[in-house]
Nanobody, 124 residues
Framework: QAQLVESGGGLVQAGGSLRLSCTAS????????MAWFRQAPGKEREFVAA????????YYADSVKGRFTITRDNAKIAVYLQMDSLKPEDTAIYYC?????????????????WGQGTQVTVSS
């Protein structure tokens, strides 16, 4: 069973950048998708970005398009989230997820493996 570990969170000022990493302890199953979700205090966990492991297709939430980029590293069994032009509203705990969501890549229920989360705080 794959285990996911996130890292790279921190405190930055608005307009700054951070790069989050998600490393899997074991290679994921064929056809699996890896994704990033985030959850701010008092809000539901929301979709940020996803990457199909085999096809290299990416998906982004409208709120982060043009600012965030998701990439993968097959050799390291890892997925990354480059976050640029950060805004205070990006402040949240960011979670890495993996699974076979099918068309429901943007729904938390579509994933059955989750990391512990990494805190991202953007000051105004």
């Amino acid at each position: 069973q794959a285990q996911l570990v996130e890292s790279g969170g921190g405190l930055v000022q608005a307009g700054g950048s951070l790069r989050l990493s998600c490393t899997a302890s074991r290679r994921t199953l064929s056809g699996w998708v890896m994704a990033w979700f985030r959850q701010a205090p008092g809000k539901e966990r929301e979709f940020v970005a996803a990457f199909t492991w085999s096809g290299g297709i990416t998906y982004y939430a409208d709120s982060v398009k043009g600012r965030f980029t998701i990439t993968r590293d097959n050799a390291k069994i890892a997925v990354y989230l480059q976050m640029d032009s950060l805004k205070p509203e990006d402040t949240a705990i960011y979670y890495c997820a993996a699974g076979r969501p099918g068309s429901a890549y943007y729904i938390t229920g579509g994933y059955d493996h989750w990391g512990q989360g990494t805190q991202v705080t953007v000051s105004s």
